[in-house]
């Protein structure tokens, strides 16, 4: 059995990310989505239980059923020992992601050389798409339904009152 980690902010969830949930689900036993809380970082848009609800509303719409979502605080490269995962799978956008993810790939590989990362490219249509770039265009009353769900468009609705 094959566990898969997707470790990410996803604030909120697109649908860049929701791609990349539909194909990891398809190449794992099991995928778990974990959700990065940095309570040193409080300037998210979501709080982590919001994000959390919204990416579940995605599994349900999406109907994968080897799918869980969770929420995490720490490194990702610890937590994924304390789940059982046996691989990471990150998103690989624009060269601009490059030199991030290397780094975070190097320094999770030093402290657990057994856990891979799996890089994914998203379908083309998102290879721009990012959710600080959702949360810009809502912030100033921009339709999203291209880049996110009805329901996370709704939420941002709810915020920006779009
Ligand atoms: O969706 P994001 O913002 O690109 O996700 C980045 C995330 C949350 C996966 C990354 O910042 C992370 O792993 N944070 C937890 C702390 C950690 O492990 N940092 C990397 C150490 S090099």
Not at 55 to 75: A, H, R, Y
Not at 78 to 93: M, N, Q, T
Not at 115 to 126: A, G
């Amino acid at each position: 059995m094959t566990v898969a980690l997707y470790p990410g902010s996803f604030d909120p969830v697109t649908k860049g990310h929701e791609d990349l949930i539909r194909r990891g689900a398809s190449l794992f036993d099991s995928l778990i989505i974990a959700v990065a809380h940095n309570p040193a970082k409080p300037n998210s848009l979501f709080t982590p239980e919001v994000r959390m609800i919204m990416l579940n509303e995605s599994i349900v719409k999406m109907g994968l059923q080897n799918v869980t979502v969770t929420s995490f605080t720490g490194l990702t490269v610890h937590f994924a020992k304390s789940v059982g995962a046996d691989c990471l799978i990150r998103g690989l956008r624009v060269i601009s992601d490059f030199e991030y993810e290397c780094s975070m790939y190097q320094a999770n590989a030093k402290i657990n050389p057994h856990l891979d990362t799996f890089f994914m490219m998203p379908s083309l249509e998102f290879q721009f798409l990012s959710s600080r770039l959702v949360r810009e265009l809502a912030s100033h009353h921009e339709p999203v339904g291209t880049y996110v769900s009805p329901h996370v468009a709704k939420a941002l609705k709810d915020i920006y009152h779009t």
